[in-house]
């Protein structure tokens, strides 16, 4: 599975960005999607996930009630909706494809079977 991330930038604080994640081909219906973010001398993390129906989706509280997450299966694609933004957003987000989704819940970067390439989130306060 290859995936594609775009739609990273600069935005102010309290703004919004849309991140999308499109993957190489049907069989991105057979794959959970997530994003993961990793800060600057951080780790990275964990931010959303989504089941392969879309119905299924679960945030860490950092982002909750304001990151989206959502898939259409037609276009191989998964986006990430960013609402009001914080300086600490700021990162590189990454795209995942997880083979094993075993339900709402916690992902680590293990369990990523693959990986976009990263698209740049700054901002800015």
């Known amino acids: 599975v290859q995936l594609q991330a775009s739609g990273g930038g600069l935005v102010q604080a309290g703004g919004s960005l849309r991140l999308s994640c499109a993957a190489s081909?049907?069989?991105?219906?057979?794959?959970?999607m997530g994003w993961f973010r990793q800060a600057p001398g951080k780790e990275r993390e964990f931010v959303a996930v989504?089941?392969?129906?879309?119905?299924?989706?679960y945030y860490p509280d950092s982002v909750k009630g304001r990151f989206t997450i959502s898939r259409d299966n037609a276009r191989y694609t998964v986006y990430l909706q960013m609402n009001t933004l914080k300086p600490e957003d700021t990162a590189v987000y990454y795209c995942?494809?997880?083979?094993?989704?075993?339900?709402?819940?916690?992902?680590?970067?293990?369990?990523?079977?693959?990986w976009g390439q990263g698209t740049l989130v700054t901002v800015s306060s």
């Open positions: 995942a494809a997880i083979r094993k989704f075993s339900g709402s819940r916690y992902f680590s970067s293990s369990e990523v079977d693959y």
């Open positions: 081909g049907p069989i991105f219906n057979a794959y959970a």
């Open positions: 989504s089941g392969w129906s879309g119905g299924s989706t």
